[in-house]
């Protein structure tokens, strides 16, 4: 029994050591993307960022599309569980989704515009698109928590896209105050 459990702690211990390494080879595939843009991003880059080998990148990610693929999931889990947050929690859900937007338009700044680069490079990736489109998706299920007209839907998806990009190409105040604003006459209007 001593064997068997000796056995299990190792693979525990393996596999453990293996997510440590996919998510760090992630995070660092997300810092080249924030320095260098998504032209920057190759097994090599990575690995280095991540202080590892181009081989153990590839053994984890085979092609660069799967690399991609990780990185934008891992940015879209993440807004998919904020989000999820806001639906789920009683209160102002446009007021959420304004924090939200200018949370992560505005504090961080170069890491949004990495996040938004991503997202646009999945126009040119197809393995990207159901990642990529999962922000709109994840607004789309917020909206209608308010309301049950698909135009309205449709304007507060667009109008959260367009929020997100004027603050960060146009270097816009991130204001959740006037971000709120601008939702709200989206879904009125």
Known sequence: MDDATDDGEHIDGRRARGERRRAEIIEATLAVVTRDGAAGVTHRTV??????????STYYFATLDDLLVAALTSVADAYTARIRDIIDTPGDKLAGLARLIAESAGSGRERALAERELATLAARRPPLRP???????????????????????????????????AILLDNAPADPDHIQAVLQRAVRD
Not at 47 to 56: H, V, Y
Not at 139 to 161: G, M, R, W, Y
Request: glycine fraction near 4%.
């Open 47 to 56: 690995a280095k960022q991540a202080g590892t080998t181009t081989s153990l």
């Open 131 to 165: 990642v990529a489109r999962r922000w709109r998706e994840n607004i789309a299920e917020l909206a209608a928590t308010l309301t049950d007209d698909p135009a309205a839907i449709a304007a507060l998806v667009a109008a959260s896209d367009g929020l997100c990009t």
